[in-house]
C-alpha cells in the first residue's frame, strides 16, 4: 500500500520523484537515506537493523517471537522509537501475540501493572452469550457506530453467526468477526475460557492433604510430566510440574514446543536437565518428587502412570518408598473415557480448580478429543504440542474420580478431637 502511494505521488509531483527511490518492495528517502521495507520470516538477516518505526501486522500469525526482539534489540540507542502491534484474534493459542502481548495488554487496561510506553486497544467480545444480542457487536466491531457500515455490515455479522449456529463452525466465525481467541480445532477437549474460569490466583495450602499422582514419561529428551489432584473443600485441586530435555538444544526445543522454558523454570513451572546428553534424569525426577512429597507431608494415595518408559522411575520407588502405591493406567479409550469426560465436565462445572501453570495451560489448550467404539480419549494434532501434563493428569484421575471428596475422611481427620459420629 505504501509503495501504490508513492507511485501516484512521484507520478505527481517532480520532487519527490526526485528525492525518492524504488528498489522493488524497498521504498528510499534520498535526502535522508531513510527507508521502508518489509522484512520477511528470515530474521537473521536483519541483525544490526535500526528501526524508528516497526510494524508487526497480523501478529497473532506469527509462531515465534523472533522478529518483536530483534526489532526491539535495535531500538536500544534510538530516541523515541515505536513499535506497533496491529493483529485480529488467531487460532495459534500458542502464538507470542497470546501468550504475551495479549494478557499484558488487559493487565494494562485493567490498572494491574502500569506502563505509560505501553498504548493497548482491545476490541473483542467478552463471551459467546453476548453475541445474542447485537447491540453487543460494536465491542468487537467498533466501526459499527458508523451508521453507514452498520446498515451493510450488521446483517452480514447476523448472517455469519446464524449459519455457524446451525452447522456448529462457530470458531471461524468467533475469531473473524467477533474477534474472539479460539482454539483452532472444533474438537478441543476444553475450551479456553473454561479453564481459564477455574484459575486460583494463589495456590491452595495442601500440606497434610491427601494426593493423587499422575506421571507421563514422554521421551528421555522431550517433556516428563508430574501432575497431581488434591481435594479442597469439596472441589479438585490440579497442578502440575514439567522435567524439560534438551538432546537437540535448549534453544531448538524452546522454538518447537514454543514455550520459553528458561523463563517457565524461573518461574517454578519446570525443570530444565542440568546431563550434557540433555536427557532428562529419572534419578532427578524421583528426588524432587519425594522432597514435594515430604516437604508438603503429603498423604500419597497413588502414584499412577503410564507403562510407557516408566520402569526406572518404578523402580526407583519401590526401593526406596514400597509404601507408595504405584498403579498402572492402560492407555486407551475403554480406561479413559469416563474421567476424560469427567474431569471436562469438572472444569465446565467448576469442581475442578487448578493453579495458573503455563505448561498445563498449553497442554490443556492442545488436547483434541479423538472418539472409537470404546468412547473418548484426548491427543493432539500436531506433533510439536505438548499435552503430556494433562496426560499425568488424566492418569490420576482416572483413579481418584470416583472419591467422594465432599465426604473425605483422611487418617489425621479421623484421628483428631473433631472427628464424631
Request: net charge negative.
Amino acid at each position: 500500500m505504501a509503495r501504490k502511494q508513492l507511485d501516484q505521488l512521484r507520478a505527481k509531483f517532480p520532487d519527490i520523484k526526485k528525492s525518492t527511490k524504488k528498489i522493488r518492495e524497498l521504498l528510499i528517502n534520498l535526502d535522508d537515506d531513510s527507508y521502508v521495507r518489509p522484512l520477511s520470516r528470515d530474521t537473521g538477516a536483519i541483525d544490526g537493523f535500526e528501526p524508528y518505526l516497526g510494524v508487526l501486522d497480523e501478529y497473532g500469525a506469527s509462531k515465534t517471537n523472533e522478529m518483536m526482539e530483534l526489532l526491539v534489540s535495535g531500538q536500544g540507542q534510538l530516541h523515541n522509537p515505536l513499535i506497533v502491534i496491529i493483529s485480529t484474534a488467531n487460532f495459534n493459542m500458542n502464538a507470542p501475540m497470546y501468550t504475551v502481548e495479549y494478557p499484558r495488554a488487559k493487565k494494562i487496561l485493567s490498572g494491574e501493572i502500569t506502563d505509560n510506553q505501553y498504548f493497548a486497544f482491545i476490541a473483542e467480545q467478552e463471551s459467546i452469550d453476548e453475541i445474542e444480542d447485537p447491540k453487543n457487536w460494536t465491542k468487537s466491531n467498533p466501526l459499527l457506530v458508523i451508521p453507514e457500515v452498520k446498515k451493510d455490515y450488521a446483517p452480514y455479522l447476523k448472517k455469519r453467526w446464524d449459519v455457524a449456529k446451525q452447522t456448529g463452525e462457530k470458531n471461524e466465525v468467533l475469531v473473524k468477526n467477533f474477534n474472539m481467541w479460539r482454539q483452532a480445532e472444533e474438537n478441543s477437549y476444553l475450551d479456553i475460557e473454561n479453564w481459564e474460569e477455574t484459575t486460583v490466583e494463589t495456590k491452595p495450602d495442601i500440606h497434610g492433604k491427601p494426593v493423587w499422582i499422575g506421571v507421563d514419561v514422554g521421551k528421555v529428551s522431550d517433556l516428563f510430566a508430574i501432575s497431581w489432584l488434591v481435594p479442597i473443600e469439596g472441589k479438585w485441586y490440579a497442578d502440575s510440574y514439567s522435567f524439560v530435555g534438551t538432546k537437540y538444544g535448549l534453544d531448538a526445543k524452546i522454538k518447537k514446543d514454543r514455550m520459553n522454558y528458561r523463563d517457565l523454570a524461573e518461574k517454578g513451572q519446570c525443570e530444565i536437565t542440568k546431563l550434557e546428553s540433555g536427557v532428562i534424569d529419572n534419578e532427578r525426577v524421583f528426588d524432587w518428587l519425594e522432597s514435594f512429597i515430604e516437604q508438603n507431608n503429603l498423604d500419597v494415595k497413588g502414584i499412577m502412570y503410564d507403562p510407557y518408559q516408566y520402569g526406572q522411575l518404578l523402580t526407583l520407588i519401590e526401593k526406596r518408598h514400597p509404601e507408595w502405591d504405584q498403579v498402572q493406567v492402560r492407555q486407551g479409550t475403554m480406561t479413559l473415557s469416563a474421567p476424560t469426560k469427567e474431569f471436562r465436565d469438572g472444569v465446565i462445572n467448576g469442581n475442578i480448580i487448578h493453579s495458573d501453570s503455563f505448561i498445563l495451560k498449553t497442554a490443556v489448550t492442545n488436547a483434541v478429543l479423538m472418539t472409537d467404539n470404546n468412547g473418548v480419549r484426548i491427543d493432539k494434532n500436531k506433533y510439536s504440542n505438548k499435552i503430556d501434563p494433562v496426560d499425568a493428569l488424566l492418569d490420576a484421575y482416572a483413579i481418584c474420580f470416583t472419591e467422594n471428596i465432599d465426604n473425605y475422611l483422611n487418617d489425621d481427620y479421623v484421628m483428631s478431637d473433631e472427628f464424631g459420629f
